[in-house]
């Protein structure tokens, strides 16, 4: 597998002033996941952008559903290149005609492709600032659906031509993070990185050659696959000093009022947008209490680092649930365990 990184621009700037820069250089080919959101100033905002195109490297946005317009022509303004952010067909097209590349996003959470290429060709002629990618993809989807090769079937399905398909999980790619020289197609000097199809209907793989060399074919693996060595930092990293109570999942309240408004998460399936509602609840000894009926349940966030067990906690709605619970620790950006639960036990 052939990895290129694009990173945050705090890990950039240590880069630079350790003088590792050069180390990563082609390696590193953008700036990744930026937004206004994420910096302290409107200031910082703009040096980070001036820093990527010194460097040459590509400006990729994180631009979610509350950039329209201005806003959008504002990160257009500093160089911002690519967005992976697009939810809807509208919002795709906005950025696609401030010049930037739209990553059309399917992923675990987030499965946007079909919204945004339906029906696109009635609308744009030419599809080479549209390129496939995942953004966030759990395993097992992998194992029993595929990753690249599904969003092709998907985009097939949508009224996308194989070819143009195909385009939009190469060479666009290529183009946009400026590989074209190295990867994207079968040309004389390229990396003889290829996959060949069994067809372009279901896309599957007949046969993987990496650098030069036969690595799948015949439906088998053709070489040793490296054993992984888990570094150490990796392993035990949940620190939790103090065993969690009940209590620490309960809302207690003063006074005789008998119900209480709060704000509730609305859970969006296969999308990670959210937003609230305001939701009267029962007041029972004290306590706030869920109601199942209406499928608003406890949230909360658990510290993981310092290991003091500090907990935040919330309500939501949308996951069903009438017993037990669920948790993570796949939680952008902090990874802090996340649960959400029919009861505090």
Known sequence: VRIFFTVPDWILTQLLEKGQFEGYKGDIIGLGEVSPYFFSSDQDF?????????????????????????????????????????????????????????????????????????????????????VLGTDDLEVMDIFHRGEIDHCLRLAVDAGIHPLEALQMATINSAQHFGLEDRLGSVTPGRYADLVLLEDLEEFKVAMVISAGEVVYADHEIKYDPVPIQVPDFCLNSFKLNRKLSAEDFKFRVEGSARKAQVRVIEAVDGQITSFYRNEFLDIKHGEIKIDLERDILKIAVVERYQGEGRCSKGFVRSFGLKRGAIATSVAHDEHNIIVVGANDQ
């Open 46 to 130: 703009i040096e980070a952008c001036q820093r990527a195109k010194k460097l040459n490297l590509n400006i990729e946005g994180h631009l979610g559903p509350n950039f329209k317009e201005r806003r959008l022509d504002q990160a257009a303004y500093f160089g911002v290149s690519s967005c992976h952010e697009s939810i809807t067909q509208e919002e795709a097209l906005q950025k696609l005609s401030r010049g930037m590349t739209v990553i059309v996003r399917e992923g675990s959470a987030a499965k946007n492709l079909v919204e945004i290429l339906g029906g696109i060709k009635e609308k744009v002629k030419d599809t080479r600032k549209f």
